[in-house]
DNA sequence: GTCTATATAACGATAGAC
DNA sequence: GTCTATCGTTATATAGAC
């Protein structure tokens, strides 16, 4: 029935918004039913346990954030424009999503083996052709010598880490949602810069 | 009495670890009591309240974050070797807590206020002579432009990330724990460079 | 101060009527 | 498929003996 479709639809999207905001220990199965204007009953009716319901809400989220990734740096661009890219698509993402990555961090560091589980299913490894890339780059002099694996994870550090600490930030800095927005919009074009060239004069 | 101090540092020793693993919502008075080794209503007498017991670890965890930050960027030295010594306190700092930075990062995300409680309380403003030291090296033509808040969020960034999302990691690159080990080893090295003179030859 | 026993509330989950 | 009512458990917290 289209009805059927659409509670079981109701239900995910509540609890989705539900656990990324308190993560699974904080989410509560009460509120995610008041969230989807439901009974408490139908969510064991649609997906039988917490856990359950949970494991779908925290694979989507996964999903959201990874394959993208690998498909980005998996085109034929250049190591800069290929930045470019995956800078600009998690800033868009975490702009909707604000929660989202620190839901989904958090949940890998408290339960790596939830993630284990379904990593394999899309096929999540650098491709190959990204890690020759950045080796030949390095090897014709073109870049200083650095490891693929480095440099991917110092573009995610700098795209991820601003949105997962974003109160810290706004405290700290003391900054209005307006503020923060625009230290965000200004990242966005800065990080590519600064992977490549750096902050010294030459 | 000093029977007395020890049971409440005994009970405080145990809080901190379990409540840095699992978070306040994840934890269990019940753990840190047998974590303690001492009987559940012995956290109630000390502490009176699971909430007060949270927030005494929590200011900990904080106090071990930021204010050694604020120490070394408030130091006479260059930003280059404020940098050095910052990626050397954090990466010391989370070899010895690695749930540390997720700990803090995920209670400041869920509960704002916590933070905003006692920010105050160690002065935890950025220092003006920093502001000054990059904004001048900035006029004096020797960085490129770069607002100090941006230049700290990138150094931070560099740090911490690859801390909270080593499960990410881990998994994604397939390393042991001695690869991570000699992967963040490396970082270590790397990020001043990386901060300042980027990856591109010149 | 430290223990046992228990109060009290909240949570996930199920049974059964409709 | 959706509701009400309730079970069984577990959580924080307290009372009271020693």
Redesign the interface.
Known sequence: MTEEKETEEKIFEAARYVFER?????ARMQEIADEAGINKSMLHYYFRSKDKLFHSVFKTGVKKV?PALFQIINKDLTLYDKTVEVVRFYHDLFRRSP?LP?FV??E???H?ER??EF?GEFR???PQTFLDQVNKAVQE????P??P???L??V???C???A??????V????MSDDDYEA?MK??EE?IP??????????
């Open positions: 308190d993560g699974f220990s904080g990874l929660h620190m961090l958090h890998m560091h408290q790596p993630f284990k990593i999540q490894k650098i002099g073109k870049l200083v650095i490891k694996h480095q440099f994870i110092n995610l550090s700098l991820m880490f601003p997962i600490a974003k109160n810290m930030v405290t700290i800095f003391e230290f200004e990242r800065m810069d600064l992977i490549f060239k750096g902050l010294m004069f030459h």
